[in-house]
């Protein structure tokens, strides 16, 4: 009974410092930007180079975890996670000038890189293995909440103003981080070794190309979009900032993107390249549906409906892709993803921000819209590969919609079994009913920036007996997990 509490408690504490660090304090600066902009007297081009600072800060605390969490456990880097993101919003809340500001928002955008990647180490102790795919799955969901919760909390702006708001959201952390701090377990991780490192050449085979291109693509819409949705909204309902629309267009696009979880179905059922095709040909027209007609309320529902789900979708099929590309080292390979999303989400908000303030809000949206539609020409191809080119072992746990591939043993597009409800990915090799995966600690947080922006989960996939791979195994001791 006691330990049933405690996995219960676990559970409740990872959901809500999920949903505090990402739909709090990352992404609340998309969700206030015009409140923001006008106060502080910001231009669209400054807008973006504050957001691409706070992604080159969730992406250094995510290297910075992958570097400790085997030294310290997870307890102390999900509390300086929360404490990042209570000291970040209080900051936004008080800031009294562009500088204090910034400072916070980038202290606060650093707090998803902490929390994200140790919960699936405290899951793997602390929850009996049968039941931590379900355990990661609540888990992850704590973003898609955070997201829904801040819309109807935007709505209280209009009348007592935005900086009671981010106040609100810094007192929610501090509580969440208290929680947190009695519901983790003490403790370090297990030391792994090393594999031996590869060379640029193994990075540049030729199928990665249209990978890495998908990657950055991906990386530029998705940060622009959450940067500057709300802005065009509200611009297109004639820069009305007591309108209820952004808010509740922000909601909906949370509880749309709960529909992410369906990703594992359609690559199985599809294949990747007509999923890699419907995700960046809807994405593409939800940002061009707020370029062209921002004002037009069905266009804007249209528009969070379609983005909120196929963003989600977006991290699991880049996380599957990479798998096929990198079979020997997937891992490996899928930390040079990582690097070239980097790319697309700290580029994106500064260059479009750029455009914004040259051109119109409506013409940066049309022009990531493009972006989105140039990644249909990247798409990933069908491959045959031999069963001997691929470890024993190989597990793909996707971000955000838990994805599952079993062993290699056909065609590319039909090697994924059927999805749980996890969110963000990590890939790993090994052998025997707990792998461990190669260089994970350093990959860990690496994974872990998918994105957006879920946490991680982890499953096994083993070969049984016969070579054919569908014998389910367990998710390995401290494993990670996107956006």
């Known amino acids: 009974m006691n330990d049933m509490k405690q996995q219960n408690s676990l559970v409740i504490a990872g959901t809500a410092a999920i949903g505090v660090t990402f739909g709090l304090a990352r992404y609340g600066y998309g969700l206030f930007e015009p409140e923001l902009r006008h106060e502080f007297g910001l231009s669209l081009s400054l807008v973006g180079a504050i957001g691409s600072a706070t992604y080159i800060g969730y992406l250094i605390a995510l290297l910075v975890v992958g570097a400790l969490v085997t030294r310290l456990g997870p307890r102390p880097l999900v509390l300086a996670g929360g404490a990042s993101a209570t000291g970040g919003m209080a900051l936004v809340a008080t800031a009294q000038e562009p500088v204090q500001l910034t400072a916070g928002l980038v202290l606060a955008g650093t707090a998803a890189g902490w929390a994200w990647a140790p919960y699936s180490d405290a899951v793997d102790r602390m929850v009996p293995a049968g039941k931590r795919e379900r355990a990661m799955g609540v888990i992850a969901t704590g973003t898609a909440f955070g997201v829904v919760a801040a819309g109807p909390l935007a709505l209280l702006a209009h009348d007592t103003g935005w900086r009671p708001v981010w106040l609100l959201f810094a007192a929610l952390s501090l509580a969440v981080t208290v929680y947190n701090a009695r519901a983790l377990p003490g403790g370090t991780g297990t030391r792994r070794a090393a594999q031996p490192r590869v060379g640029l050449r193994w990075f540049a085979r030729v199928p990665a190309v249209p990978l890495y291109a998908t990657a950055v693509a991906y990386g530029i819409v998705g940060s ?11 611009a297109g309902q004639g820069g009305q900032g007591g309108s209820a629309t952004a808010p509740l267009f922000w909601t909906l696009m949370g509880v749309a993107g709960i529909g992410g979880a369906l990703t594992g179905h359609a690559i199985g059922r599809y294949g990747l390249r007509r999923v890699h095709a419907g995700i960046f040909g809807g994405l593409a027209t939800a940002v061009a549906l707020l370029g062209v007609a921002p004002g037009a309320l069905p266009a804007v529902v249209a528009s969070a409906v379609l983005y909120g789900p196929l963003f989600m979708a977006g991290s699991g099929l880049l996380a599957v892709w990479s798998y096929h590309v990198f079979p020997e080292r997937p891992s490996t ?6 690097a070239f999303l980097a790319l697309g989400t700290i580029s994106g908000p500064a260059t479009l921000g750029a455009v914004a303030d040259a051109y119109g809000l409506r013409a940066a949206f049309l022009a990531t819209a ?13 491959a045959r ?10 597990r793909i746990a996707l971000a955000r919609d838990g994805v599952y591939a079993d062993s290699p043993r056909s065609r590319t597009d039909r090697q994924v079994t059927q999805p749980s409800s996890f969110s963000n990915s990590e890939m790993s090799t090994g052998t025997g009913s707990y792998p461990r995966s190669e260089n994970s600690s350093a990959l860990r947080g690496a994974d872990a920036a998918i994105s957006s922006d879920l946490p991680p989960s982890s499953t096994t996939c083993e070969p049984d007996s016969s070579g054919t791979g569908r014998k389910r195994g367990k998710i390995p001791a401290s494993s990670t997990s996107g956006g």
């Not at 622009?224 to 509200?234: F, G, K, M, P």
């Not at 493009?370 to 069908?382: M, N, S, T």
């Not at 590969?385 to 190989?394: G, I, K, L, N, T």
């Open 385 to 394: 590969r031999r069963r001997r080119d691929f470890e024993p072992s190989v």
């Open 224 to 234: 622009v979009y959450w940067q500057y949705a709300v802005s065009a909204v509200e």
């Open 333 to 338: 390979g899928f930390s040079a993803t990582v």
């Open 370 to 382: 493009a972006v989105g539609a140039l990644a249909l020409l990247a798409g990933p191809r069908a």
